[in-house]
Protein backbone atom coordinates (compact mmCIF):
# COMPACT_ATOMS: atom_id res chain seq x y z
CA UNK A 1 0.00 0.00 0.00
CA UNK A 2 2.92 2.02 0.54
CA UNK A 3 5.04 1.08 -2.05
CA UNK A 4 2.79 1.64 -5.21
CA UNK A 5 2.59 5.06 -4.98
CA UNK A 6 5.96 5.71 -4.48
CA UNK A 7 6.62 3.69 -7.55
CA UNK A 8 4.65 6.12 -9.38
CA UNK A 9 6.39 8.50 -8.11
CA UNK A 10 9.54 7.46 -9.15
CA UNK A 11 8.29 6.51 -12.24
CA UNK A 12 7.23 9.98 -12.71
CA UNK A 13 9.50 11.61 -11.60
CA UNK A 14 12.36 9.14 -13.59
CA UNK A 15 10.62 9.95 -16.74
CA UNK A 16 9.95 14.03 -16.41
CA UNK A 17 13.75 13.81 -15.64
CA UNK A 18 14.53 12.23 -18.79
CA UNK A 19 12.62 14.34 -20.93
CA UNK A 20 14.15 17.62 -19.12
CA UNK A 21 17.70 16.25 -20.18
CA UNK A 22 17.22 15.30 -23.39
CA UNK A 23 15.65 19.13 -23.99
CA UNK A 24 18.87 20.20 -22.51
CA UNK A 25 21.16 18.36 -25.15
CA UNK A 26 22.35 20.46 -27.79
CA UNK A 27 21.79 18.70 -31.18
CA UNK A 28 25.16 17.31 -31.74
CA UNK A 29 24.79 15.56 -28.45
CA UNK A 30 21.48 14.15 -29.56
CA UNK A 31 22.96 13.22 -32.60
CA UNK A 32 25.46 11.44 -31.61
CA UNK A 33 23.16 9.53 -28.76
CA UNK A 34 21.00 8.46 -31.78
CA UNK A 35 24.19 7.28 -33.71
CA UNK A 36 25.00 5.26 -30.42
CA UNK A 37 21.88 3.33 -30.59
CA UNK A 38 21.56 2.47 -33.94
CA UNK A 39 24.90 1.01 -33.72
CA UNK A 40 24.28 -1.22 -30.68
CA UNK A 41 20.18 -1.73 -31.36
CA UNK A 42 21.03 -5.77 -31.69
CA UNK A 43 22.81 -5.71 -28.56
CA UNK A 44 19.68 -3.33 -26.54
CA UNK A 45 17.03 -5.78 -28.55
CA UNK A 46 19.08 -8.73 -26.89
CA UNK A 47 19.03 -7.23 -23.60
CA UNK A 48 15.41 -6.57 -23.46
CA UNK A 49 14.75 -10.01 -24.76
CA UNK A 50 16.85 -11.78 -21.67
CA UNK A 51 14.74 -9.37 -19.47
CA UNK A 52 11.60 -10.75 -21.12
CA UNK A 53 12.74 -14.52 -20.65
CA UNK A 54 14.06 -13.54 -17.20
CA UNK A 55 10.49 -11.63 -15.92
CA UNK A 56 8.58 -14.86 -17.58
CA UNK A 57 10.31 -18.16 -15.53
CA UNK A 58 9.62 -15.15 -12.62
CA UNK A 59 5.72 -15.96 -13.38
CA UNK A 60 6.17 -19.11 -13.79
CA UNK A 61 7.69 -20.17 -10.44
CA UNK A 62 4.86 -18.54 -8.98
CA UNK A 63 1.98 -20.35 -10.98
CA UNK A 64 -0.79 -21.97 -9.07
CA UNK A 65 -3.24 -24.58 -8.85
CA UNK A 66 -6.88 -23.12 -7.96
CA UNK A 67 -8.95 -25.23 -5.44
CA UNK A 68 -11.60 -27.21 -6.83
CA UNK A 69 -11.44 -25.82 -10.24
CA UNK A 70 -8.15 -27.02 -11.02
CA UNK A 71 -7.43 -23.39 -12.88
CA UNK A 72 -3.71 -22.59 -13.39
CA UNK A 73 -3.59 -18.92 -12.14
CA UNK A 74 -0.88 -16.72 -11.16
CA UNK A 75 0.06 -16.12 -7.23
CA UNK A 76 2.75 -13.70 -6.08
CA UNK A 77 1.84 -13.54 -2.32
CA UNK A 78 1.87 -16.77 0.15
CA UNK A 79 -1.10 -17.74 1.89
CA UNK A 80 0.14 -16.83 5.01
CA UNK A 81 1.31 -13.66 4.33
CA UNK A 82 -2.08 -13.01 2.59
CA UNK A 83 -4.26 -14.29 5.50
CA UNK A 84 -2.46 -11.74 7.97
CA UNK A 85 -3.18 -9.08 5.34
CA UNK A 86 -6.86 -10.49 5.57
CA UNK A 87 -6.83 -10.47 9.57
CA UNK A 88 -5.32 -7.01 9.40
CA UNK A 89 -8.54 -6.07 7.05
CA UNK A 90 -11.08 -7.59 9.27
CA UNK A 91 -9.83 -5.78 12.19
CA UNK A 92 -10.15 -2.39 10.22
CA UNK A 93 -13.97 -3.65 9.15
CA UNK A 94 -14.95 -4.58 12.46
CA UNK A 95 -13.78 -0.92 13.81
CA UNK A 96 -15.47 0.60 10.65
CA UNK A 97 -18.80 -1.47 11.58
CA UNK A 98 -18.50 -1.45 15.43
CA UNK A 99 -21.83 0.60 15.94
CA UNK A 100 -23.65 -1.25 13.12
CA UNK A 101 -23.11 -4.78 14.03
CA UNK A 102 -26.80 -6.60 15.11
CA UNK A 103 -26.18 -8.68 18.17
CA UNK A 104 -25.68 -12.52 18.05
CA UNK A 105 -29.62 -12.95 19.23
CA UNK A 106 -31.09 -11.06 16.47
CA UNK A 107 -33.06 -13.63 14.13
CA UNK A 108 -31.15 -12.12 11.36
CA UNK A 109 -27.78 -12.97 12.55
CA UNK A 110 -29.05 -16.21 13.60
CA UNK A 111 -30.01 -17.23 9.75
CA UNK A 112 -26.92 -15.91 7.97
CA UNK A 113 -25.53 -18.14 11.14
CA UNK A 114 -27.00 -21.22 10.99
CA UNK A 115 -26.48 -21.31 6.88
CA UNK A 116 -23.32 -20.06 6.89
CA UNK A 117 -22.64 -23.39 9.35
CA UNK A 118 -24.77 -25.25 7.26
CA UNK A 119 -22.46 -24.75 4.28
CA UNK A 120 -19.51 -25.14 5.88
CA UNK A 121 -20.48 -28.64 7.49
CA UNK A 122 -21.53 -29.98 4.08
CA UNK A 123 -18.61 -28.89 2.11
CA UNK A 124 -16.05 -29.95 4.67
CA UNK A 125 -14.66 -32.39 2.31
CA UNK A 126 -13.16 -28.97 0.64
CA UNK A 127 -9.88 -28.22 2.74
CA UNK A 128 -10.35 -24.64 2.32
CA UNK A 129 -13.64 -25.15 4.00
CA UNK A 130 -12.35 -27.59 7.18
CA UNK A 131 -9.39 -25.38 7.79
CA UNK A 132 -11.40 -22.18 8.16
CA UNK A 133 -13.20 -20.95 11.17
CA UNK A 134 -15.83 -19.10 10.00
CA UNK A 135 -17.70 -16.01 11.68
CA UNK A 136 -20.60 -14.49 11.20
CA UNK A 137 -21.13 -10.26 11.47
CA UNK A 138 -24.29 -8.75 9.87
CA UNK A 139 -24.41 -5.23 9.48
CA UNK A 140 -27.12 -2.71 9.61
CA UNK A 141 -27.10 -1.13 6.20
CA UNK A 142 -29.76 -0.38 3.69
CA UNK A 143 -26.55 -1.65 0.72
CA UNK A 144 -27.36 -4.99 -1.34
CA UNK A 145 -24.24 -6.41 -0.50
CA UNK A 146 -22.39 -8.99 1.34
CA UNK A 147 -18.62 -10.64 1.23
CA UNK A 148 -16.51 -13.15 2.80
CA UNK A 149 -12.78 -12.42 3.79
CA UNK A 150 -10.34 -14.99 3.35
CA UNK A 151 -9.76 -15.60 7.23
CA UNK A 152 -13.66 -16.71 7.14
CA UNK A 153 -15.17 -13.35 8.55
CA UNK A 154 -18.55 -13.24 6.66
CA UNK A 155 -20.23 -9.98 6.58
CA UNK A 156 -23.64 -9.22 5.62
CA UNK A 157 -25.35 -6.44 5.55
CA UNK A 158 -29.57 -6.47 5.77
CA UNK A 159 -30.22 -4.89 2.60
CA UNK A 160 -29.07 -8.25 1.27
CA UNK A 161 -31.23 -9.95 3.83
CA UNK A 162 -34.56 -7.70 2.27
CA UNK A 163 -33.13 -9.05 -1.01
CA UNK A 164 -33.14 -12.89 -0.77
CA UNK A 165 -36.71 -14.10 -1.15
CA UNK A 166 -35.89 -17.87 0.75
CA UNK A 167 -33.83 -19.52 2.63
CA UNK A 168 -32.25 -20.90 -0.56
CA UNK A 169 -31.55 -17.80 -2.69
CA UNK A 170 -29.80 -16.82 1.02
CA UNK A 171 -27.98 -20.00 0.52
CA UNK A 172 -26.89 -19.33 -2.68
CA UNK A 173 -25.42 -15.73 -2.15
CA UNK A 174 -23.33 -16.85 0.67
CA UNK A 175 -22.33 -20.16 -1.46
CA UNK A 176 -20.71 -17.72 -4.16
CA UNK A 177 -19.42 -15.29 -1.40
CA UNK A 178 -17.86 -18.39 0.51
CA UNK A 179 -16.54 -19.81 -2.83
CA UNK A 180 -14.33 -16.13 -3.22
CA UNK A 181 -12.71 -16.87 -0.05
CA UNK A 182 -11.58 -20.85 -0.85
CA UNK A 183 -10.28 -19.82 -4.11
CA UNK A 184 -8.34 -17.34 -3.13
CA UNK A 185 -9.83 -14.42 -5.66
CA UNK A 186 -8.45 -11.95 -3.17
CA UNK A 187 -5.14 -13.02 -3.22
CA UNK A 188 -5.24 -13.99 -6.63
CA UNK A 189 -6.40 -10.41 -8.25
CA UNK A 190 -4.06 -8.59 -6.20
CA UNK A 191 -1.36 -10.92 -7.48
CA UNK A 192 -2.95 -9.86 -11.31
CA UNK A 193 -2.86 -6.20 -9.92
CA UNK A 194 0.94 -6.71 -8.79
CA UNK A 195 2.55 -7.13 -11.68
CA UNK A 196 0.25 -5.22 -13.68
CA UNK A 197 1.16 -2.07 -11.48
CA UNK A 198 5.06 -3.09 -11.79
CA UNK A 199 5.20 -3.75 -15.89
CA UNK A 200 2.90 -0.09 -16.32
CA UNK A 201 5.87 1.48 -14.61
CA UNK A 202 7.61 1.04 -17.84
CA UNK A 203 4.65 2.67 -19.57
CA UNK A 204 4.06 5.36 -17.09
CA UNK A 205 8.00 6.47 -17.41
CA UNK A 206 7.66 6.49 -21.07
CA UNK A 207 4.70 8.65 -20.93
CA UNK A 208 6.29 11.15 -19.00
CA UNK A 209 9.73 11.15 -20.72
CA UNK A 210 7.99 11.55 -24.35
CA UNK A 211 4.97 13.57 -24.06
CA UNK A 212 6.40 17.72 -24.39
CA UNK A 213 4.39 18.82 -21.25
CA UNK A 214 3.38 17.54 -17.98
CA UNK A 215 -0.57 18.47 -18.80
CA UNK A 216 0.00 16.27 -21.44
CA UNK A 217 1.77 13.37 -19.68
CA UNK A 218 -1.07 13.67 -16.72
CA UNK A 219 -3.61 12.97 -19.04
CA UNK A 220 -2.02 10.33 -20.64
CA UNK A 221 -1.08 8.81 -17.43
CA UNK A 222 -5.28 8.94 -16.73
CA UNK A 223 -5.60 7.49 -20.06
CA UNK A 224 -3.16 4.76 -18.94
CA UNK A 225 -5.10 3.56 -15.74
CA UNK A 226 -8.17 3.53 -17.65
CA UNK A 227 -7.11 1.14 -20.03
CA UNK A 228 -5.52 -0.71 -17.89
CA UNK A 229 -8.78 -1.26 -15.67
CA UNK A 230 -11.00 -1.89 -18.77
CA UNK A 231 -8.36 -4.71 -20.59
CA UNK A 232 -6.85 -6.51 -17.14
CA UNK A 233 -8.85 -5.49 -14.14
CA UNK A 234 -12.41 -5.56 -14.45
CA UNK A 235 -12.42 -8.23 -17.26
CA UNK A 236 -10.10 -10.42 -14.59
CA UNK A 237 -12.95 -9.45 -12.04
CA UNK A 238 -15.43 -9.99 -13.77
CA UNK A 239 -13.77 -13.66 -14.82
CA UNK A 240 -13.32 -14.41 -11.38
CA UNK A 241 -17.34 -13.49 -10.05
CA UNK A 242 -18.04 -15.97 -12.81
CA UNK A 243 -15.97 -18.72 -11.34
CA UNK A 244 -16.97 -17.92 -8.11
CA UNK A 245 -21.47 -18.18 -8.87
CA UNK A 246 -20.06 -21.68 -10.49
CA UNK A 247 -18.44 -23.25 -7.66
CA UNK A 248 -21.19 -21.13 -5.07
CA UNK A 249 -23.63 -23.21 -6.45
CA UNK A 250 -21.99 -26.08 -5.82
CA UNK A 251 -21.32 -25.47 -2.37
CA UNK A 252 -25.08 -24.34 -2.35
CA UNK A 253 -26.47 -27.84 -3.92
CA UNK A 254 -24.28 -30.24 -1.62
CA UNK A 255 -26.02 -28.01 1.15
CA UNK A 256 -29.03 -29.34 -0.24
CA UNK A 257 -30.78 -26.00 -1.25
CA UNK A 258 -32.92 -25.54 -4.48
CA UNK A 259 -30.02 -24.58 -6.43
CA UNK A 260 -33.14 -23.73 -9.09
CA UNK A 261 -33.47 -20.27 -7.25
CA UNK A 262 -30.19 -19.07 -8.16
CA UNK A 263 -30.97 -17.89 -11.61
CA UNK A 264 -34.53 -16.93 -10.09
CA UNK A 265 -31.94 -14.23 -7.62
CA UNK A 266 -30.93 -12.23 -10.44
CA UNK A 267 -33.86 -12.34 -12.33
CA UNK A 268 -35.57 -10.65 -9.36
CA UNK A 269 -31.93 -8.28 -8.98
CA UNK A 270 -32.25 -7.20 -12.38
CA UNK A 271 -36.39 -6.32 -12.42
CA UNK A 272 -35.76 -4.61 -9.24
CA UNK A 273 -33.10 -2.30 -10.81
CA UNK A 274 -35.72 -1.78 -13.62
CA UNK A 275 -38.29 -0.35 -11.31
CA UNK A 276 -36.14 1.66 -9.23
CA UNK A 277 -34.80 2.91 -12.21
CA UNK A 278 -30.82 2.08 -11.69
CA UNK A 279 -28.97 3.14 -14.32
CA UNK A 280 -27.86 0.29 -16.15
CA UNK A 281 -24.08 0.47 -17.25
CA UNK A 282 -22.63 -1.80 -19.95
CA UNK A 283 -21.21 -4.81 -18.27
CA UNK A 284 -17.62 -3.85 -19.82
CA UNK A 285 -17.36 -1.01 -17.29
CA UNK A 286 -18.09 -2.80 -14.49
CA UNK A 287 -16.19 -5.29 -12.11
CA UNK A 288 -18.88 -7.82 -11.76
CA UNK A 289 -21.30 -9.57 -15.30
CA UNK A 290 -24.59 -7.98 -15.72
CA UNK A 291 -28.16 -9.59 -13.68
CA UNK A 292 -28.74 -10.85 -17.22
CA UNK A 293 -25.36 -12.89 -17.71
CA UNK A 294 -25.16 -14.41 -14.31
CA UNK A 295 -28.85 -15.46 -15.13
CA UNK A 296 -27.94 -17.50 -18.30
CA UNK A 297 -25.02 -18.78 -16.71
CA UNK A 298 -26.94 -20.52 -13.72
CA UNK A 299 -29.91 -21.62 -15.93
CA UNK A 300 -27.02 -23.54 -17.46
CA UNK A 301 -25.38 -25.15 -14.64
CA UNK A 302 -28.80 -26.05 -12.96
CA UNK A 303 -28.94 -29.67 -14.14
CA UNK A 304 -25.19 -30.34 -13.39
CA UNK A 305 -26.34 -28.93 -9.90
CA UNK A 306 -29.18 -31.08 -9.69
CA UNK A 307 -26.82 -34.04 -10.16
CA UNK A 308 -24.77 -33.23 -7.61
CA UNK A 309 -27.77 -32.53 -5.19
CA UNK A 310 -28.73 -36.02 -5.84
CA UNK A 311 -25.88 -37.30 -5.21
CA UNK A 312 -25.34 -36.13 -2.01
CA UNK A 313 -28.67 -37.97 -0.18
CA UNK A 314 -30.68 -34.68 -0.57
CA UNK A 315 -34.51 -34.62 0.01
CA UNK A 316 -36.50 -34.20 -2.94
CA UNK A 317 -37.70 -30.92 -4.56
CA UNK A 318 -40.89 -30.21 -5.03
CA UNK A 319 -42.66 -29.93 -8.59
CA UNK A 320 -43.42 -26.33 -9.15
CA UNK A 321 -39.44 -24.64 -10.74
CA UNK A 322 -39.10 -21.30 -9.10
CA UNK A 323 -37.96 -20.55 -12.35
CA UNK A 324 -41.54 -21.02 -14.00
CA UNK A 325 -43.06 -20.34 -11.08
CA UNK A 326 -41.53 -16.26 -11.03
CA UNK A 327 -41.99 -16.04 -14.84
CA UNK A 328 -45.61 -16.67 -14.82
CA UNK A 329 -45.52 -14.27 -11.93
CA UNK A 330 -43.69 -11.66 -13.83
CA UNK A 331 -46.33 -12.03 -16.90
CA UNK A 332 -49.38 -11.63 -14.18
CA UNK A 333 -48.13 -8.36 -12.62
CA UNK A 334 -47.22 -7.16 -16.65
CA UNK A 335 -50.66 -8.19 -17.33
CA UNK A 336 -52.35 -6.41 -14.31
CA UNK A 337 -50.05 -3.08 -14.88
CA UNK A 338 -51.19 -3.00 -18.67
CA UNK A 339 -55.00 -3.46 -17.24
CA UNK A 340 -54.64 -0.45 -14.50
CA UNK A 341 -52.90 1.66 -16.66
CA UNK A 342 -55.87 1.71 -19.14
CA UNK A 343 -58.06 2.75 -16.41
CA UNK A 344 -56.55 6.12 -16.15
CA UNK A 345 -53.82 8.02 -13.84
CA UNK A 346 -55.95 7.29 -10.81
CA UNK A 347 -55.55 3.18 -11.23
CA UNK A 348 -52.23 3.06 -12.45
CA UNK A 349 -49.88 2.02 -9.71
CA UNK A 350 -46.21 0.57 -9.80
CA UNK A 351 -46.24 -3.44 -9.65
CA UNK A 352 -44.30 -5.11 -6.81
CA UNK A 353 -41.99 -8.06 -8.18
CA UNK A 354 -42.43 -11.30 -7.17
CA UNK A 355 -40.27 -12.15 -3.72
CA UNK A 356 -39.16 -8.73 -3.86
CA UNK A 357 -38.44 -6.51 -0.86
CA UNK A 358 -41.53 -4.95 -1.02
CA UNK A 359 -43.97 -7.74 -1.15
CA UNK A 360 -41.67 -9.67 1.77
CA UNK A 361 -43.29 -10.22 5.17
CA UNK A 362 -42.41 -7.76 7.54
CA UNK A 363 -41.26 -10.91 9.57
CA UNK A 364 -39.39 -12.28 7.31
CA UNK A 365 -36.18 -12.72 9.11
CA UNK A 366 -38.36 -15.31 11.48
CA UNK A 367 -39.62 -17.18 8.77
CA UNK A 368 -35.99 -17.55 7.31
CA UNK A 369 -34.98 -18.67 10.56
CA UNK A 370 -37.79 -21.42 10.59
CA UNK A 371 -36.51 -22.64 7.02
CA UNK A 372 -33.23 -22.94 8.47
CA UNK A 373 -34.63 -24.81 11.96
CA UNK A 374 -34.00 -28.92 10.29
CA UNK A 375 -30.29 -27.76 9.65
CA UNK A 376 -28.31 -30.59 11.31
CA UNK A 377 -26.05 -29.70 14.28
CA UNK A 378 -22.22 -29.47 14.18
CA UNK A 379 -21.18 -32.61 15.27
CA UNK A 380 -23.26 -34.35 12.40
CA UNK A 381 -20.90 -34.85 8.97
CA UNK A 382 -21.27 -35.87 5.69
CA UNK A 383 -20.08 -39.50 6.75
CA UNK A 384 -22.36 -39.71 9.46
CA UNK A 385 -25.80 -41.95 8.92
CA UNK A 386 -28.10 -38.75 11.32
CA UNK A 387 -31.33 -36.92 9.79
CA UNK A 388 -30.27 -34.82 6.48
CA UNK A 389 -30.54 -31.88 6.24
CA UNK A 390 -33.45 -30.00 4.36
CA UNK A 391 -34.24 -26.46 3.24
CA UNK A 392 -37.69 -25.47 3.40
CA UNK A 393 -39.33 -25.00 0.02
CA UNK A 394 -40.35 -21.51 -1.44
CA UNK A 395 -43.67 -21.44 0.37
CA UNK A 396 -43.30 -23.91 3.27
CA UNK A 397 -41.01 -24.43 6.85
CA UNK A 398 -38.69 -27.30 6.08
CA UNK A 399 -39.66 -30.68 8.08
CA UNK A 400 -37.91 -33.18 9.44
CA UNK A 401 -36.44 -36.00 7.22
CA UNK A 402 -36.25 -39.37 8.38
CA UNK A 403 -32.24 -40.51 8.72
CA UNK A 404 -31.05 -42.61 5.68
CA UNK A 405 -31.38 -45.98 5.39
CA UNK A 406 -28.11 -48.01 6.35
CA UNK A 407 -25.28 -47.38 3.59
CA UNK A 408 -26.75 -44.26 2.34
CA UNK A 409 -24.39 -42.05 4.07
CA UNK A 410 -23.77 -38.21 1.59
CA UNK A 411 -21.43 -39.23 -0.91
CA UNK A 412 -21.09 -36.38 -2.57
CA UNK A 413 -17.67 -34.87 -2.89
CA UNK A 414 -15.62 -31.82 -4.88
CA UNK A 415 -16.83 -31.64 -8.50
CA UNK A 416 -15.58 -29.54 -11.40
CA UNK A 417 -18.60 -27.30 -12.92
CA UNK A 418 -17.22 -26.72 -16.49
Known amino acids: ?10 AMILGRSLRKWWAALPDNRRQLMREWVRMRRWHLAV ?34 NYMELAAL ?8 FAELLLPVTDPRHKVVERVVQHLAQRNKDIPQVSDVTWSVHVVQSPNVNAFVLPNGKVFMFTGMLDAVADVHQLTIVLGHEMAHAVLGHSAEQ ?17 IWALCPRDSLALLGQWAQDKLTQLMFSRPYSRKLEAEADKVGLQLAAKACADVRAG ?33 TLLDSLIPEALELRESCICPALPDSDPRVVFSKSVQVLLETARDQGRGGPEGTSKPHL ?18 TASFPSSNVNQESKGPV ?21 PRCGVQIIS
Open 1 to 10: MVLKPLQKLA
Open 263 to 295: PVFWQQMEIKDQLTGEPAFPEWLSTHPSHRNRF
Open 354 to 371: PYSPASLPSAMPAALLAQ
Open 389 to 409: PVVASETTVATAVPAPAEGDA
Open 89 to 96: TSDAYMEE
Open 190 to 206: ASLSHVVDLLSLILLTA
Open 47 to 80: GAGVAMVIAALLLLTHLDESPVTGRTRLLVFSRE
